[in-house]
């Protein structure tokens, strides 16, 4: 997937990107609501590695002034072929901007349009209300509330809320 927006490039990674990842996944706060939680060298390297060919699962968000990553996109399959989730993690000092917004918008569009997908998901914890106002600027409607079905160690538990767009609601 390659889309371009006013703003940015949304593109499969390179491997000379996980610098930038690293920059901005090793940032504790940056990454405080993503299950696989901060990232190290290695970690960021892996990433990258792993999202470079056409099985990637999440993708770069390149700015077109400057190129520089303004975070990444998660999009992939979630169940069967008519399904996907999406989800993005934005860097710090470019959150609160609408590239995130930007992004999943272009991305949504490609999958109902381009790819015909039935639905999309999303999820996010009820305490991530950044993300959950991204989710709803996009149309999307909260479906579900799980209550804590994601372990965060310690034995914590976090809820995580359900969103979803249909592709009739998209058009």
Same mark, same amino acid.
């Given at each position: 997937?390659?889309?371009a927006?006013?703003?940015?490039?949304?593109?499969?990674? &390179?491997? !000379?990107?996980?610098?930038e #990842?690293?920059?901005?996944?090793?940032? /504790?706060?940056t990454? =405080?609501? +993503?299950?696989?939680?901060?990232?190290? &060298?290695? !970690?960021?390297?892996r990433? #990258?590695r792993?999202?470079?060919?056409? /099985?990637?699962?999440? =993708?770069? +968000?390149?700015?077109k002034?400057?190129?520089?990553? !303004?975070?990444?996109?998660?999009?992939?399959?979630?169940f069967?072929?008519h399904?996907?989730e999406?989800?993005?993690v934005?860097?710090?000092?470019?959150?609160r901007?609408?590239?995130?917004?930007?992004?999943a918008?272009?991305?949504l569009?490609?999958?109902f349009?381009?790819?015909r997908?039935?639905r999309?998901?999303?999820?996010?914890?009820?305490?991530?209300?950044?993300?959950?106002r991204?989710m709803e600027?996009?149309?999307?409607?909260?479906?579900?509330?799980f209550?804590?079905?994601?372990?965060?160690?310690?034995g914590?538990w976090?809820?995580?809320?359900?969103?979803?767009v249909?592709?009739?609601e998209?058009?």
């Amino acid at each position: 997937m390659r889309i371009a927006t006013d703003r940015l490039i949304v593109r499969p990674f &390179e491997p !000379a990107d996980w610098l930038e #990842v690293l920059g901005y996944a090793s940032d /504790e706060e940056t990454m =405080f609501y +993503m299950p696989e939680g901060v990232f190290d &060298e290695a !970690a960021a390297k892996r990433f #990258v590695r792993d999202n470079e060919g056409p /099985e990637a699962r999440n =993708f770069a +968000m390149e700015l077109k002034d400057g190129g520089r990553l !303004a975070g990444h996109l998660v999009f992939h399959p979630w169940f069967g072929d008519h399904t996907y989730e999406i989800g993005w993690v934005t860097a710090p000092g470019l959150q609160r901007r609408g590239l995130a917004t930007e992004a999943a918008r272009a991305a949504l569009r490609f999958g109902f349009e381009e790819l015909r997908l039935h639905r999309v998901i999303a999820t996010c914890q009820p305490e991530n209300a950044p993300s959950s106002r991204v989710m709803e600027k996009l149309g999307m409607r909260r479906e579900g509330l799980f209550k804590q079905c994601i372990p965060r160690g310690g034995g914590v538990w976090w809820d995580e809320y359900v969103y979803a767009v249909l592709a009739e609601e998209w058009k």
